[in-house]
């Protein structure tokens, strides 16, 4: 009997402790709606105290009142979380193509937006201002009659201000990718207001005294809430937990934590720039501990230049082959493909490879990749061209004799025109990798953080523009320089050699 319920006892425990650790490995209701442990938020960190970039020991992340709230529901769901950035315009359309998982940047779930993709509760509550110059009289709707506008790009108070604009004659609208773009286009006076919410206005007036803000009167849908992609089975969690979170008075304590003035301007790293004092205004000073940051986005940017060229030699040696084949159809190919790269531009490339891969074939191409897979097919097609003309201008008499000697045609190409060829075009190929370089600026437009990107983060989150700008553009400038010099030296050695 005592035997007995000894063994009973130890049985009850071993199937205790293995129906906790069962338990524990189970995934939670949630993760198995969507079938994994990670989800993937997207947000535009342009607005402090929402979102912005913060620096720690010169780490830079995501921080702000909407990734609290990401962290707690992710937390309370058992979902680990990952934040990635884009500009706002593009949120939506990287919803629609399945890229991430769930959208949280401040946005207000509108009908038009709601065609798109679908929306949690509203979590916060926020009203549309006109910011403007101190002392000047713009306060209200009416007063930006004849008056330039700047809007961000995307958003409600774009379509607000239009709206306004059909009521109020001579509004000149002027649409900007980032706020912290419009902080300056006001500062620089060349808008007169811009139409900003309240939140983040108040963090930017309290950084940048010159300028006020008013509240004005909504002009349709206002608040804040989580986009996901259309049917995505995370919205009803999300939003209960969201709930929840309103009940407990967690989102109060977020709000108060984030929104108080002195913490958003604080936050935001923002002291308020020293006033104007006449001549050259600009101020190295403050953005001094973010110059590592942007250093750090040196090694993507050589990272695509290099692979963009590299690749792109390849490619470019292969269509110039068939431009040269002698097999017309090959060649008639290779033409079409070079008019149409290099009759198109560059950006809309980028953005269709990066925007309708997803769509077309289902793939879900990384930014990095989209970046170099575009950049290697745009330069290949200027590069055929150089290959071409350089093969071409190598003597036709060294071919004959080449292959008088019997040398076979492969051979030859590669023993004999290759190298004489290469010698030629070398100044044509150090240009095309001088101008990679510097378009490897525009992936800073698909959200990889390069040196343009890492340049304009600090910027957005110092709240000036135009010292992180002028530095990005030292480094470029060194980088190129590098470059010429190392290519001049090649160049003399091969000249040496004979
Ligand atoms: N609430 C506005 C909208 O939905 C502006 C949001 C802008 N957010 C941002 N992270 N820049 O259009």
Redesign the pocket.
């Known amino acids: 009997m005592k035997r007995n319920s000894w063994v009973f006892t130890v049985l009850l425990a071993i199937t205790m402790a293995s129906s906790t650790i069962v338990i524990s490995y189970l995934p939670s209701s949630a993760q198995s709606l969507v079938g994994k442990e990670e989800l993937t938020m997207l947000?535009?960190p342009?607005?402090p105290p929402?979102?912005f970039y913060e620096t720690k020991d010169g780490n830079r992340q995501i921080v702000g009142f909407d990734v609290d709230i990401a962290n707690y529901i992710a937390k309370e769901l058992r979902f680990k979380l990952k934040v990635t950035e884009s500009d706002?315009n593009g949120l939506i359309p990287a919803l629609q193509a399945n890229r991430v998982d769930f959208v949280m940047?401040?946005?207000?779930p509108t009908p038009e937006r709601q065609k798109n993709v679908d929306f949690s509760i509203i979590y916060y509550q926020?009203q549309d201002t006109i910011v403007a110059p101190k002392g000047s009289n713009i306060k209200k709707a009416t007063d930006l009659s004849g008056k330039r506008v700047g809007v961000?790009l995307g958003?409600?108070?774009e379509t607000n201000a239009k709206k306004i604009a059909e009521k109020v004659s001579g509004i000149q609208l002027k649409q900007l990718n980032r706020?912290p773009e419009l902080i300056q286009e006001l500062k620089a006076k060349r808008i007169d207001a811009a139409i900003i919410?309240d939140t983040i206005a108040k963090g930017f007036i309290s950084a940048n005294p010159e300028l006020q803000f008013t509240p004005i009167p909504p002009e349709g849908p206002s608040g804040?809430a989580i986009a996901f992609p259309k049917g995505s089975p995370m919205v009803e969690p999300f939003s209960r937990v969201l709930q929840q979170m309103k009940d407990k008075g967690e989102i109060e304590r977020l709000a108060s934590k984030w929104f108080s003035a002195s913490t958003s301007a604080a936050a935001a790293g923002a002291q308020a720039p020293a006033a104007p004092k006449g001549g050259l205004n600009l101020d190295f000073g403050r953005i001094l501990p973010d110059l590592p940051f942007v250093l750090q986005g040196i090694p993507l940017t050589l990272l695509f230049t290099i692979s963009s060229v590299f690749f792109g030699l390849i490619w470019g040696t292969i269509l110039s082959l068939l431009k040269i084949s002698g097999v017309k159809p090959l060649a008639a190919v290779a033409d079409a493909y070079t008019s149409i790269f290099r009759g198109t531009p560059l950006l809309l490339q980028l953005s269709l490879v990066y925007f309708a891969t997803p769509q077309l074939i289902g793939y879900n191409i990384p930014a990095l990749l989209a970046g170099i897979l575009t950049f290697t097919l745009n330069s290949g097609a200027y590069m055929s061209e150089t290959i071409r003309g350089g093969i071409l201008a190598v003597d036709k008499g060294q071919r004959e004799a080449a292959m008088s000697l019997g040398v076979p045609y492969w051979t030859m190409l590669i023993d004999v025109i290759f190298p004489q060829a290469l010698r030629n075009i070398l100044p044509a190929l150090v240009n095309e990798t001088i101008s990679l370089l510097k378009d490897s600026s525009l992936v800073s437009t698909i959200g990889v953080v390069e040196l343009l990107r890492s340049a304009q983060i600090v910027g957005a989150n110092k709240y000036i523009y135009f010292e992180p700008l002028l530095f990005a553009g030292l480094i470029y400038y060194v980088l190129v320089m590098a470059l010429t010099v190392a290519a001049s030296n090649l160049e003399r050695r091969l000249r040496k050699s004979d």
């Open positions: 947000t535009s342009d607005y929402y979102e706002f940047a401040g946005m207000t926020a961000q958003t409600i108070q706020v919410e804040s």
